[in-house]
């Protein structure tokens, strides 16, 4: 029967090493998000209805299986994933699943992909990748970016060594931060809400094409 140790969960933690040492200024840790950091993460979500969802820098794809199990059937989740190993793998784990799509595409490019499928805005946009490395001018536009394709009251939730970010996502109209002690490194988790409203005026999300469960290239 072999090691009884191996699983496929150690296989994808040897992945998330092995792509760590040779990608260590992209890759945001070590291993993979522990269970704990993954289900504060996902608890900041409302998953009682119908949502669209963008993650950038899924990696292994912890945070993704944790959300895919939550969601029904007519959300959608677009992971948008840079590194082709992790690509690959996360089309192999995903195969199965028309609600999940596998973008090897930069984060920039959030936009266009949603445009391209009719879709007008997202409910959430999750977050791993290192924002504290990236030079200052690319980070706060995707930071715009990403506050551009969040519907109103939707939120950008990031978990990050640092909490950094807050003094550069200053056009959120409101983040809140706690702190996970149970990940290693630990992590900071920060919500950053896009309100329903704005000088007393209701914003009004553009409209969305009816989205069915396919997979698009």
């Known amino acids: 029967m072999g090691d009884r140790g191996f699983t496929i969960r150690n296989f994808m933690s040897a992945l998330f090493f092995k792509r760590f040492l040779q990608k260590p200024f992209q890759i945001a840790s070590i291993i993979p998000s522990s269970k704990a950091l993954v289900e504060r993460v996902a ?34 989740l677009f992971l948008f994933e840079l590194d082709r190993a992790f690509s690959r793998d996360l089309d192999r784990q995903f195969a199965d699943d028309p609600r999940v799509h596998i973008i090897n595409r930069d984060a920039a490019s959030l936009a266009e992909e949603l445009a391209r499928r009719g879709i007008a805005q997202c409910d959430y946009i999750l977050s791993g990748i290192p924002f504290s ?26 978990y990050q060594v640092t909490n950094e970010l807050r003094q550069h996502a200053t056009f959120f109209d409101r983040a809140e931060s706690e702190y996970c002690l149970q990940n290693i490194p630990p992590m900071f988790i920060t919500v950053f809400q896009k309100a329903l409203t704005r000088n007393g005026h209701v914003r009004v999300a553009p409209p969305t094409a009816k989205i069915t469960a396919q997979r698009t290239a």
């Open 43 to 76: 608890s900041k979500m409302d998953f009682s209805q119908p949502r669209i969802m963008a993650e950038y820098g899924p990696g292994e794809g912890v945070h993704s299986r944790e959300l895919a199990a939550r969601m029904d059937a007519d959300s959608q």
């Open 133 to 158: 490395i990236l030079e200052i001018k690319k980070k706060r536009a995707l930071l715009q970016d990403t506050y551009d394709a969040l519907r109103p009251g939707g939120a950008f939730i990031i």
